[in-house]
């Protein structure tokens, strides 16, 4: 099982760009989710999703899309990228059937400059 | 909204020695699960606890959840070089919010040999 798969795993933008970062999950997970991760705030919920077609706002939304065409997949969209944007963000799946624990992709880092 | 609280955010400690992390919510939780991140890693599920005032065991970590179920602690006996990382909790609010799991800031733990 690969589990959840996020791309790219480091990347770097210029402030204004826009760019996708992919997450997928082979699991059948229901719950998946984004986090960002910044020195001394933790794992910040970005949003998350309950299901195909549902999705639902996190702490920090502001400046993030998502969209949840499939079970499998659960794309996190930066509209316009700024220097505030700079984290370590993973995408996450759970499931009521695995009594809500929460697997993690490894990471993907994102520098704005 | 819901808030995790989680003290203290650092902790160093000589190998041998104690370790205990706590964990409070400005809610009651549903259940609240306990994680560790390696450096340079992504967060990995340990422990799940579920009822009022549980006491959960592994080797030498033990998880507890308190009688009012908005607080927790995790305790490491004898600290050795793995057990370096950061521990988070996280909370769910309530159990059909899948997803949803709202992260404590995380206590960063160095052993030193």
């Known amino acids: 099982n690969a589990g959840v798969t996020q791309t790219p795993k480091f990347q770097v933008l210029k402030t204004g760009q826009s760019m996708t970062l992919q997450c997928a999950q082979d699991m059948n997970h229901e719950y998946m989710s984004w986090y960002r991760q910044d020195p001394g705030m933790g794992l910040r919920l970005i949003h998350y999703?309950?299901?195909?077609?549902?999705?639902d706002q996190g702490e920090v939304p502001n400046g993030y899309n998502v969209s949840r065409s499939t079970t499998e997949d659960f794309p996190l969209r930066l509209l316009s990228a700024a220097p505030s944007q700079t984290s370590v963000y993973f995408c996450a799946s759970s499931s009521t059937g695995s009594g809500n624990t929460i697997y993690f992709g490894e990471g993907s880092w994102l520098t704005v400059v | 909204g819901q808030q995790v609280m989680q003290i203290p955010q650092y902790q160093h400690v000589q190998e041998g020695e104690d370790f205990t992390t706590y964990c409070n919510s400005s809610t009651t939780l549903s259940n609240i699960q306990w994680y560790k991140q390696r450096p340079g890693g992504h967060p990995v599920f340990l422990i799940q606890l579920v009822k009022s005032g549980e006491v959960k065991k592994q080797k030498r970590l033990t998880f507890q959840f308190g009688e009012a179920k908005k607080n927790s602690s995790l305790h490491i006996t004898a600290t050795q070089t793995t057990d370096v990382g950061t521990y988070f909790c996280a909370g769910l609010g309530s159990y059909n919010q899948g997803g949803k799991l709202i992260f404590g800031q995380g206590t960063e733990l160095s052993v030193k040999p």
């Open positions: 999703s309950v299901g195909a077609g549902i999705t």
